[in-house]
């Protein structure tokens, strides 16, 4: 990559103190973006002409016929290109219109805001609505007709339309894209394909073996250099390389550690805002809660500029950012206003955002990481860790798009040179629980399949141990009828468990609702540490003395009936006045409805509930959650039922009765103590009820 490293440069470290070294001259902000008129359908030009024109001045347009001819020639093609190039919405159209294969085109994304977005503008270059030539699936939504062909999809969906096709017939070509990312779902793909290609091309050609009727074609795209190593997987595949357009970005990094990045990027970004020429900025923040507080913080010092200020635009961009939130980010800014998007590490190399010219780099992300041994469970936990090298080099990438860039990072150079240079493979390092069970399901052994890097054997034990204790696998780890059924739900097997055991419990309703909220990803009580006394006091009204699990279906069903009778503004309000989240209400109202699908398709009476008796919905929790079980001991904490660790539940519980004999929860968090968060008490008996499970279970950790 051409970025140039001015590590070394004049004035390194500046940003934060306000001279930046270069032209500070305040000049006016452009007034249109180049593209902004255009798009809108002015100056004569429609839309789709425009759309086409962009696309053909992409990187990638003078090369693609020569990348179709590999692609038709080579079972398998690893296709290595800057990011912004046009890989991913270029190559699935070309593959579509040179009518050469037959079939559907999917194209595979770790994230589900990069598969919908990625979609939306495919569809629109294709000039048709979405869901109908181009479409998409991620899980709790999908988009897609009889006559889609080319198809975005999460790595995560791919596999689970496996268990229901396993060869994969209905797709011509599956692109495996954003490779380098090495997500747990993207090996699991690329380890199933390499089997499903032996089946459906045969062996190498010259064998004698006839080419099957339905052959499959894969394309591996991958934005680092790490070719190679895909190339080495797929019997030395050829690699093609397509070259972007990268110009140079001068990278700067701060004298001191930044312990508040926050506080730095609100700083950072305010100095470019003043002094800087025009040019939008793209923060990279670790996650949701990060780029909620910068933007709010922003937003409030944004209007204390002065009245002749140029204005501030700003775009969120995070995994779970609803769709139509998501397009807000593509829109051309708003004209003498300065765009400012907060991103997670989705905008490095999945979406490419037009007009960035200042990034500021954190230099932090959220990471799975799995944690089997100290919680003897299958759940993986994000954290908040420093990037790699890699992905610091691709972050100031993104400010040399269109011309010369700059690059903020909010970490010393020393930091710099003690980042790891890539990340480990994810397969390495988080729970294996779920995929174990999908490949069953396949009929693919976890522990036999070729992997590009091999799973950890303890994870696999874990793995395991934690499908049999749910009965997912009988003793000879052999698949059971209810593993299959739990693999049917897009949930994870332990809580999947808690939806069929609620059936027997009759309360499915209820334990949907619960399984919605805890599959939500904004959380239902956001911290309101500047009005504690005012937000519990309004919470108390839905508190349950069974603790959290029953608060947050008290929320739920007060809120359904808020839903029922007030309007839009109504709700809102509601969710205000009791400081309870409202967007993980609507997310959660979402899954509920796809969860509720699901049981339909399952045969499983959704309506039942058990009313006001609880002990049905915990019966079920405990059911699922068996390995999050602990029991009292005498000093007042609580001891792990299949586990060695000692917990206490965490101050924010809703659990009045603290010395309740056993509780259930719904995670670990490791602070000063180990603390059970989401916690129910429940009857001793509901967990003695699997006696031998809890036994061996202790045994074997
Ligand atoms: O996959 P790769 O990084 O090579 O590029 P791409 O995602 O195909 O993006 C090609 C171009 O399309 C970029 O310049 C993006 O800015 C643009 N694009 C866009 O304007 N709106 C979208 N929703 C997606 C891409
Ligand atoms: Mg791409």
Known sequence: ME?????????PNKPLNGTNGHDRKRQKMRKSFPNGAAVNGVNGVSKAQHL?????????????????????????????????SGKTTQIPQYLLECGAFPGVIAVTQPRRVAATSLAARVSQEQGRPLGTLVGYAVRFDERTGAETRVKYLTDGMLVRE?????????YGVIVVDEAHERTLRTDLVLASLKKILRARNGEESGKGKARAHNPLKVVVMSATLDAEKFSKFFDNAPVLYVKGRQHPVSIYHTSTSQVDYVDAALRTFFQIHVDQPPGDVLIFLPGQEDIESLESSIKSYANQLP???VGVTLCPLYASLPNAQQSRVFTPTPEGTRKCILATN???????????????????QKEKRHLARMTGSGFDTLLTTDITKSSAMQRAGRAGREGPGFCFRLYTEEAFDAMALSSEPEVRRSSLTSALLQLRCIGHDLET???MDNPDAEAVGAALRTLWILDALDETKRLTKLGRSIAAFPLEPQLAAILLASVEHHCTADVISILSLMSASA????????QRDAASEARTKFRHPSGDHWTMLNVFRAYDEVCGSESKGGRRDWCKRNFVNERALREAGDIRTQLRIVCDRANINKEISCGQDESPVLKSLVRG?????ALLQPDGTYKQAMGPSIIKIHPGSFLTEKRSPAIVYNELVYTTHIYARGVSAVSKSFISDFPKRVTSGRAGS
């Not at 959380?523 to 500047?530: G, I, Q, R, V």
């Not at 959650?625 to 079980?629: E, M, S």
């Open 3 to 11: 970025v140039s490293d001015e590590e070394n440069g004049p004035s």
């Open 52 to 84: 086409q024109e962009q696309r053909a001045q992409l990187p990638i347009a003078q090369g693609l016929e020569a990348l179709v001819r590999e692609i038709a020639a080579h079972d398998v093609t690893i296709i290595l290109g800057e990011t912004g």
């Open 162 to 170: 496996m268990m229901s096709d396993p060869m994969l017939e209905r």
């Open 307 to 309: 009245s002749n200020s």
């Open 346 to 364: 989705i905008a490095e190399t999945s979406i490419t955002i037009p007009g960035v010219k200042y990034v500021i780099d954190t230099g932090k």
């Open 449 to 451: 399949l070729d992997f």
């Open 523 to 530: 959380p239902l009580f956001p911290d309101s540490s500047a």
């Open 625 to 629: 959650l068996l390995q999050h079980t």
